[in-house]
């Protein structure tokens, strides 16, 4: 099956929102607590340490002038900004990995429309009541479920893609052979084409694993 769709607004906020949770995060993290008790703090020390505590290691107690409740703000919105980095991250890594490529112009069928078309053609052969076609219906049943488990096709270089649309072919040629007024014949070739379409998808994994 095809990858899910994502616009390209996505995109680019996918990528511009872990920018946007540091520049924040570093901002308040060396701009406010330096400019209100004239000394900095490490990452570990905000993170884990309670209010009087960083009140301690910044300056005399009885001279800070900062409410507490405020240094529990400072530490709220540094807690949401780096669950917010972390999470724009796995949002990222999303993106990155169900991005669509573009399709390669020489592919006849794109996404999973390879696999309805062999399904729609089993239908058409399972109504089929002659014993001679239940060889033929095994499969091509077989090869429906094995397109039904491939990735989507229309991607990837000219090697792949004339793999695929050498599928596509055949797959014509058994819609061909359906329609056949020879019925014993076209049995026959139906299981030589199934098994030749199985071939061709075995050399289109091996491809997909050298073209990664």
Partial sequence: MGKPTINKKRIWIAYVLPVFFVVVF??????????????????GQWLASNPD??????????AV???VYEIWCIKIIIYV?????ILSLFNLGWVIQNKKKDYNPNAIYKDNVVYLKALE????????????FENAKRNLRVVTEKLRNES????GDDSI?????????????????????????SAQDIVSICKEIQSKLKTRIELKKIRR
């Fill in 26 to 43: 570093l901002l308040i993290y060396f701009v406010l607590p330096p400019k209100i008790y004239e000394k900095g703090l490490s990452i």
């Fill in 65 to 67: 002038f900062t409410p």
């Fill in 53 to 62: 505590k960083l009140i301690n290691v910044m300056q005399d107690k009885d």
């Fill in 152 to 155: 989507a096709f229309g991607y």
């Fill in 81 to 85: 900004l780096w669950g917010g980095f």
């Fill in 161 to 185: 893609i004339d793999n695929e649309n050498s599928i596509v072919d055949l797959l014509n040629q058994i819609e061909t052979k359906i329609k056949e007024s020879n019925e014993e014949d």
């Fill in 121 to 132: 053609l089993y239908e058409k052969l399972n109504n089929k009541e002659d014993e001679k």
